[in-house]
């Protein structure tokens, strides 16, 4: 059994993978990675619950735009006697071109997920789409990873609206099939929600011209508000662990 991490802005997410299968079954507030005795006591309940216990893991693997919490992990997997690969560290992805002028900048997550498209769909050109703190939009074009677009997430675009909008009251943002508002929540909804998803299919439809039949992936933590604007976009939210389930193989660390 192989433990998979992917440290997000936001969010800290784990996953098990069993040779065949990835199993997300774990998703907490990245903050509570500052008390560690916090961390190991939510993972530990979390195992319980899927009965897996730490003797049955043989490495971590992770994921992590979060340099400063990086330590909070490897100590764990020392702590528990296991081999510990992170990506863009120790885990080499050389199979996969990153044409970029900085590739030491490139996020881990947006560098795992396009490795995840690069071998998910038989080395054809995509376009990944992640929904997370940020929307990032990914090229992956003749093998190479051709650059990215980034705009607030869904999320981080609606909190700043809330904050400094004094007469709008926070609600459960969703999908409004409608082009205009009758009432606040409905046009915050299309304002919010659908005009996200239309300035992504506008960015989208964009850069597929400079490709040749390519598939279009979507993942990420909000990405099921889109699900019929973009009803033509495959929807994988486990894009990035396997990207890094990926990176294992690629490095015969799975047999």
């Not at 560290?89 to 881990?108: E, H």
């Not at 093998?143 to 981080?156: D, K």
């Not at 409608?178 to 964009?206: F, S």
């Amino acid at each position: 059994m192989y433990l998979l991490i992917d440290i997000g802005n936001t969010a800290i997410k784990f996953a098990n993978y069993d040779g065949q299968e990835i199993n997300h079954f774990l998703t907490l507030p990245s903050q509570n990675l500052i008390i560690e005795k916090h961390l190991l006591q939510k993972i530990n309940a979390a195992f319980n619950k899927i009965g897996l216990t730490w003797a049955m893991i043989k490495l971590i693997c992770l994921s992590s735009v979060r340099p400063m919490w990086d330590g909070v992990i490897r100590d764990l997997a020392s702590n528990h006697h296991l081999a510990f690969y992170q990506l863009k560290k120790n885990l080499v992805i050389d199979d996969f071109t990153i044409n970029v002028p900085n590739p030491r900048n490139l996020g881990a997550d947006l560098l795992a997920a396009a490795y995840a498209s690069y071998h998910e769909f038989n080395k054809n050109d995509s376009v990944v789409i992640n929904m997370g703190t940020a929307t990032t939009i990914t090229m992956v074009k003749d093998h190479q990873f051709e650059g990215t677009v980034i705009m607030p997430g869904l999320a981080t675009a609606s909190e700043a609206l809330f904050s400094r909008a004094q007469l709008l009251q926070q609600f459960e943002i969703s999908y409004e099939d409608a082009y205009i508002g009758k009432n606040t929540k409905q046009a915050i909804n299309i304002g919010l929600v659908k005009g996200h998803g239309l300035a992504i299919k506008a960015l989208v439809d964009e850069i597929v011209v400079h490709l040749k039949n390519p598939i279009i992936v979507i993942t990420g933590g909000n990405s099921y508000h889109f699900e019929q604007l973009l009803s033509n976009y495959l929807f994988d939210k486990l894009l990035l662990f396997k990207g890094l389930v990926y990176a294992l193989h690629h490095n015969n660390l799975i047999k």
